[in-house]
Nanobody, 123 residues
Framework: VQLQASGGGLVQAGGSLRLSCAAS????????MGWFRQAPGKEREFVAS????????GYADSVKGRFTISRDNAKNTVYLQMNSLKPEDTAVYYC?????????????????WGQGTLVTVCR
C-alpha cells in the first residue's frame, strides 16, 4: 500500500490544520492507521492511531483533547484534525499503516509509511 500525506503548512499558535493521508494500492485489507511526527533534532514520536473500523483510537498525551484522528474507508483516507496548535507541535508529520485490528503506538509496528508533510506553528 502507498501512502500520500498532505495538508501541512504554516499556522499561528492557536490555529488549526487538517492533515490527510490517502492510501492506494492494496487497500482492500484491514489496515490500522497512525500518525507520527518528527521535530528537528528529535526522534519520531507517536501522535494518534485508529483501527480499521474507526471504533478504536489512541492518542499521545501531548495531543489529547486537541487532535482528532478519523478515517473514511470509502475514500481510503485518514485525517488528523489539529486544533489549538502550539509551537511545540512543529514537525514533519507522517502517516503509517499496518495490518491488524487494534491501534498501535510504536513506529516499529507499522509496515508502510508516507513521505511526510511539514507543519510549522509560529507564535
Amino acid at each position: 500500500v502507498q501512502l500520500q500525506a498532505s495538508g501541512g503548512g504554516l499556522v499561528q499558535a492557536g490555529g488549526s490544520l487538517r492533515l490527510s493521508c490517502a492510501a492506494s494500492g492494496r487497500t482492500g485489507s484491514s489496515y490500522v492507521m497512525g500518525w507520527f511526527r518528527q521535530a528537528p533534532g528529535k526522534e519520531r514520536e507517536f501522535v494518534a492511531s485508529i483501527s480499521w473500523s474507526g471504533g478504536s483510537t489512541g492518542y499521545a498525551d501531548s495531543v489529547k483533547g486537541r487532535f482528532t484522528i478519523s478515517r473514511d474507508n470509502a475514500k481510503n483516507t485518514v485525517y488528523l484534525q489539529m486544533n489549538s496548535l502550539k509551537p511545540e507541535d512543529t514537525a514533519v508529520y507522517y502517516c503509517a499503516a499496518t495490518l491488524g485490528g487494534w491501534v498501535r503506538q510504536t513506529a516499529v509496528e507499522y509496515d508502510y509509511w508516507g513521505q511526510g508533510t511539514l507543519v510549522t506553528v509560529c507564535r
